[in-house]
């Protein structure tokens, strides 16, 4: 998908219909009280499908020979990463109607992931393990209408986390032009 890069201030309406936004929303209301559940099947879905991304996390993940999970994750510690990335995203959905703040978190964000040694190619390796986990707790209210919708937002939160990635000194409250 192709987002448009217009100001940062109007951009979230060019990218997500209203309808979209209270979907996204509308489902995140059923699912915002249980976030470590959401978290940790993220989580799992993600060290399974892309096992080379658990380096990212040493102090979580204690790779053996295999670079298998087995016992060597730190449960807790991954359950509180898990709650924290879900809380960020608690805070994206919740900040959908106001693109200028939103956009200044996302940038932040993208800055601190640096710091992490996470490189933007890698933003789009959770997707697919965020699509599961939504449709695991979700379950018969992720319908194709919701799913597509998350996808935009997931699009959406990549481009700015990307953007503060690849500019970490820039002040992320400053009027960014995405445009190029």
Same mark, same amino acid.
């Given at each position: 998908? @192709?987002l448009?890069?217009?100001?940062? !201030?109007?951009?979230?309406h060019?990218?997500l219909?209203p #309808?979209?936004i209270? *979907?996204v929303?509308g ?5 915002k009280?249980d976030?470590?559940k959401?978290?940790?099947?993220v989580?799992?879905?993600?060290f ?8 990212m996390?040493?102090?979580?993940v204690?790779?053996?020979?295999e670079n ?7 449960r807790?510690?991954?359950?509180? @990463?898990?709650?924290t990335?879900?809380? !960020?995203?608690?805070a ?5 109607? #106001?693109?200028?703040? *939103?956009?200044g978190?996302?940038?932040?964000i993208?800055q601190t992931?640096?710091h992490r ?11 697919p393990?965020?699509s599961?986990?939504l449709?695991?707790v979700?379950?018969g209210?992720?319908t194709?209408?919701v ?5 935009r ?9 990307k ?8 002040d992320p409250d400053s009027?960014?032009d995405?445009r190029?």
């Amino acid at each position: 998908m @192709h987002l448009p890069f217009p100001n940062r !201030g109007k951009q979230l309406h060019k990218v997500l219909t209203p #309808d979209q936004i209270q *979907l996204v929303q509308g489902s995140w209301a059923l699912i915002k009280d249980d976030l470590e559940k959401l978290g940790l099947i993220v989580f799992y879905r993600l060290f399974e499908t892309e096992p080379q991304m658990k380096t990212m996390f040493p102090k979580i993940v204690q790779i053996n020979h295999e670079n298998k999970l087995e016992t060597n994750i730190d449960r807790e510690m991954l359950a509180r @990463h898990a709650v924290t990335v879900m809380e !960020g995203l608690g805070a994206a959905v919740e900040s959908l109607d #106001d693109s200028r703040f *939103l956009n200044g978190v996302l940038v932040s964000i993208g800055q601190t992931h640096v710091h992490r040694q996470v490189k933007p190619h890698m933003l789009k390796k959770l997707w697919p393990s965020l699509s599961y986990g939504l449709q695991q707790v979700l379950s018969g209210n992720y319908t194709k209408s919701v799913a597509e919708a998350w996808k935009r937002v997931y699009d959406y939160i990549c481009v700015y986390m990307k953007h503060g990635m690849e500019n970490p000194d820039i002040d992320p409250d400053s009027n960014i032009d995405l445009r190029r």
